[in-house]
């Protein structure tokens, strides 16, 4: 952290500063220039508020170095982190296609969609049991049901499975039920369930705030593996612009910066990004191309029927083609790559 | 609600959508033009998921009319609603002031504080006894602790207490030890948490989201409402931009705005809205002139220690200075508006 | 500025750096941390391209102390500045109210609009004579006949005149005739523009563009001082946002940051900022809470007929109601001021 | 264009309304529901104002239906636009690689770099020969001088040129020298400027203002064909966002959003868009991989030293390298989509 004076602080106040960061255990390197004087503080400056600094009159800005977040950072953890689910593996250049439709409506309409999507080459399955709408007045989900149908289509497919968990209790009553636990864009910040997910032993699908920026993101990572969960995927899923044609602007750059930044493996939602159907398959190939560990997409077998998210929803014959297509991609990519 | 199909579409197709709208028994009114052909949905179409309607090749765009939220709405609750807390009022001319510390640090710091702010004009305190944090490794607040300090000060003071709860946990252990409970803003969205507080007899200050839309915002009041909690204040403390030299920038006009659509009332949060003390003031006035209900304002005895947000909070004379200036300004605007 | 090194930078990189940069002149302060080195450049590095510098693979971020306006900074002239037209002043506690159309459609409208807007205390005129369309099938203004009728109305009124230019040939042909040149907000990075009205002897009005930060706001007023007219002032116009309910977000914090920064005036433009009529009066009343230099305000004696934004205009009318109450506004805030 | 008016509105103004409208010559089909009326306004709706309307106080909202942009509509010209410059296509399963420094420094640098850039695989060299900068004392381009060098390499090198012109004067005095005339996104609105090339027989390349709608964009190519000249290309660059670890954020949606509305060509820069230069290849291959019609990729041979923009400059090595797995990339997908 570097703490820059204003021009022509005298030596006594320069002196209250640095014993105050002293007295923290930090230790301060001064920098005198003819008119600026300059703290480097060298230690463990992460409980350090900055906010508090700049209050001091004689201060002109404080300049954070050491970046806030520390198990989810690559700087300790060089290699990617590799996370095996009932043998399927995301990360370390494994191209995960998770699959399913946004609710779970009923056990006919689920089962159609997992066998349909298994055929068409997903390897996760997902399905909404707990579904957050804006409007209380939106179907809200199968709740326990939901949870129940989802694990007979695991045994019938074979594929683990993703839910979106909204809730502390719910985390508590089924968390050890799905293979992957879902955390909303809108409860990326929640950080009550983000502590809750952290004592659990089952992997989490971390989706980006709607407006979260990337050191927010992580550090919501962070949250839950220093609650004890490592098993962490970041989910970018599009941000909230002023552009409106699209539900939301996917940020493709998120996949080479946060790869850059942490170990952990993230994945794209051309569903949710893009908001219309006819978008997911672009928005997936440049998923692909960019180099994301995979991506998630919404499929119905009757979209114009779909108690949510319709309109975003592949049918299960234009989701296979849509995964022959990206494997094809994939296939040249690492060639590319070697 | 309106369907506009594309040009060209032909009679069976307008035929089979009609029937499709028809079965959710809403009525369709058809508008035919020398090329297009509009339906006009007539009805309660707050189920229909415009998304799905969207699918459909045929149809151009669908646009809603009928706004989602009920309860809130202004349109069927004309006069204002005034929410009265222990003989204080918020809403309907009054002009509330919340004030008190980011977190209560100590029985010792609060108490001062709660008797600066006090005199100096409060009439309500706050301060945060769980505090919602970026960083896993911040000080997450006294929890329990913070609540009975909270309750020794209302006892001294005899101002009624705010506080932030985080989770539904949280409500059902503490929600009826407050008199206003605070719900985030980056639990705007948080709708388990939205139908807990819902369920309590507790007044609401509820923050409005980093990125919330009006709608969302008035959404997310209609979820608490729809539980049979009417008693929910709205509260503007800036959105996220681009701008870097604001912490968030303030939406004032969510103040005509909001007024002009709910009956419920809208406060102002300068603190966290500008994230810098000599903000405080200025955006206070913004919002005493510009109508708002009241304000929710920082102030810590000795901000260069504060455990959180030191650099937006104001000293307690610089809080009471404040106040007083206020006072005049909200006094020639009743008489303005006489 | 400040370069700070990545962990276990040697000697042999941070030499390199070292001469790179004392090669153009500036003087380097080293610190040297337990494991990281920082830079502390002394001297102007308003030249150094900081890109650059992080291009260096040991160089970890490069931060910027120094503002990179100067004739704009209050730092290097701490008294306000204060612009005077034709014996009405701009800046300095005077609160300016700039009033008229949006388009200057006919003489006769004008002329009525004119005087209407002189008796409801307007001090300057303003009307456009060019208007930017975001569609090249609308009205684009009178043009020189706009000009010349503006003229008349100076002449009949006795108010300064104030009217947009989009290109160098309408400064070169037309800045002289005006009494205020507006720059707009699409414009504000129109470099080619700003050069050429820093070459004008007129004032001009310096609109925010839809998404410029203020430093990018503050540098389009240093390219038309650094060209040698320093008579700028400041309009916030509201910024683009994710919210569709109002045109614009009026950022009232622009009034003062803005003000703390820079010594040059600012006023506000509630019309464009929230887009509709019935906004006008609040943000108007909040720009003069939080202490703008003025207002500039779209009045139309038929709005319903007007060829350009009839939807945000206020009737003479209202208008002369609103700025009574707005002086009412102004004496109580200079009393408070003391 | 419709109309929906409030509960309750009389047959009198319903009446009123109607006549305005079809004062314009504009057909109105009236819907009457239960409670609500809707007019459907049939005809060319493009020069109604849609605030003039919504301003009368029975109106509750009036909707677009017709897309307010023309010649640049898919609608009208369903086949691809191909522009075809001095041999080279960009368009219509084209795969164009621009190539070239932000700005020209020297004729010895912009030769060594346009022979790099050709011999690794562009088609297109670009330069700066007029800088917009956010700083009056940044370089500013070597203007005339600039032009000539690339009229040399141009003569060197066989590839067609790209600069940036800022004014009109610039595209008067130096527009048919070029192959094609760049519009940079803080132009984007200089509708002075647009319709100066809108005069020019130079194709055009028109890059994407900072926070441009769609809408926007398209409007302003409207305005450039609107003025005669067809031969525009766009350039999504990135938009401004508030996520600031990246320059700006690249928006991949908008290549197949713009190509279904416009039968224009479509290019992205992955140079401004990420603003660093590891960010350059997998934004590269994020645009050929949804289907962009292009790349415009900053190359410096010295980029630590390079005047502006070295930071998300490449090495030409490593330009070329790139160019080759971007075909490898480009070939897979044409054998994909057959």
Known sequence: MIIVFKLGTNEETLGKVKELVEKQGIEVSVTKGAQQTIFGLIGDTSTINIGQLEMNDA??????????????????????????ID????????????????????????????????????????????????????????GKKGIEIMEMAKKETGLPIITE?????QVEKFGDRVDVIQIGARNMQNFDLLKEVGKSKTPVLLKRGLCATYEEFLMAAEYI????????????????????????????????????????????????????????????????????????????????????????????????KMVDKINVLRKVMSEIDG
Not at 60 to 79: D, G, L, S, Y
Not at 286 to 306: F, K, M, R, S, Y
Request: net charge neutral; proline share 6%; with cysteine.
């Open 87 to 142: 043998g399927q593996k995301i990360g370390g250049g494994h191209f995960t296609i998770i699959a399913g439709p946004c609710a779970i409506e009923s056990e006919e309409q689920f089962m159609t969609i997992a066998k349909a999507v298994k055929e068409g080459g997903a390897n996760f399955l997902r399905g909404g049991a707990f579904k957050p709408r804006t409007s209380p007045y939106s179907f809200q989900g199968l």
């Open 225 to 320: 593996m220093a609650g004890g969960n490592e098993n962490v995927v970041f989910c970018e899923r599009g941000i909230r612009t002023f552009e409106s044609w699209t539900r939301n602007t996917l940020d493709v750059s998120a996949v080479p910066v946060i790869r850059r930044k942490s170990h952990l493996p993230i994945v794209i939602d051309p569903s949710h990004a893009g908001g219309i159907n006819w978008l997911v398959e672009p928005l997936s190939r440049a998923a692909a191309a960019i180099g994301a560990d995979g991506i998630t997409v919404e499929v119905h077998n009757n979209p114009e029927e779909a108690m949510s998210d319709g309109q975003q929803s592949l049918l299960p014959e234009t989701f296979a």
């Open 165 to 169: 968990m909204m809730s502390a209790k």
């Open 59 to 84: 201060v002109e800005k404080v300049m954070k170095i050491q970046e806030p977040f520390k198990k989810a950072n690559r700087a300790f953890h060089p290699a990617d982190s590799v996370i095996n």
